[in-house]
Structures are given as structure tokens and as C-alpha cells.
């Protein structure tokens, strides 16, 4: 079965910053818009950031200018660095990848902003 492998996550004080990072099989992250999501409790999944095969890059305007997010594609891995972290960051952050051919979705990692 096709997987995202995602690492990265834990725990923060408010003002800290973590790293995440997906690694997708080749063929799919060639193809591929590479995003993460995030779903906190009691709440729908919403788009975090954005990156497209063609460079295309936006963000939830609620993390502009604290998230960054960028593709390796000598790696086949999508990173997502999030600065100046606050306690509503927190959330299950999920790597998808989306291209004409399949959807697929990383299992979830936990990020936790202590204020």
C-alpha cells in the first residue's frame, strides 16, 4: 500500500518552532501537489500550506508569515517549518499529495503548543 511517511512533530512552547517532514514514492511526488493539513480537536481538517509541481506555494492566512513550507525533490519530501508557534497551532498534522491519478494522505502527527 502507497504511503506518506511523515516525522517530525512533539511538542513546543508558544514562540518555539518544529519541523515536519513527508517522504512520497518518487513517481507520486513528481506528479504531485503536496500540501499539509491540520485537524484540531473539535474541529474540521483545514489546509495548512500548499506547493505545486510548478512552484505554486500559498498558506492558511492564519500561519503567513510563520509557516514555510518547500519541496526536495532530490529527496521526494515536502518540509513544513513552523516558527513563532502559538497555542492554537496545535493539531494532527497531515502530509497529503494530490495529482490527476489518487489522493493520498500521511497518518498523522500530533503537535502540541504549550502556552
Known amino acids: 500500500q502507497v504511503q506518506l511517511v511523515e516525522s517530525g512533530g512533539g511538542f513546543a512552547q508558544a514562540g518555539g518552532s518544529l519541523r515536519l517532514s513527508c517522504v512520497a514514492p518518487r513517481p507520486i511526488f513528481s506528479l504531485s501537489t503536496m500540501s499539509w493539513y491540520r485537524q484540531a480537536p473539535g474541529k474540521q481538517r483545514e489546509l495548512v500550506a500548499f506547493a505545486t509541481v510548478g512552484g505554486t506555494i500559498d498558506y492558511l492566512t492564519a500561519v503567513r508569515g510563520r509557516f514555510t513550507i518547500s519541496r526536495d525533490d532530490a529527496k521526494n519530501t515536502v518540509n513544513l517549518q513552523m516558527n513563532s508557534l502559538k497555542p492554537e497551532d496545535t493539531a494532527v498534522y497531515y502530509c497529503?499529495?494530490?495529482?490527476?491519478?489518487?489522493?493520498?494522505w500521511g497518518q498523522g502527527t500530533q503537535v502540541t503548543v504549550s502556552s
Open positions: 497529503n499529495s494530490r495529482s490527476a491519478q489518487e489522493t493520498l
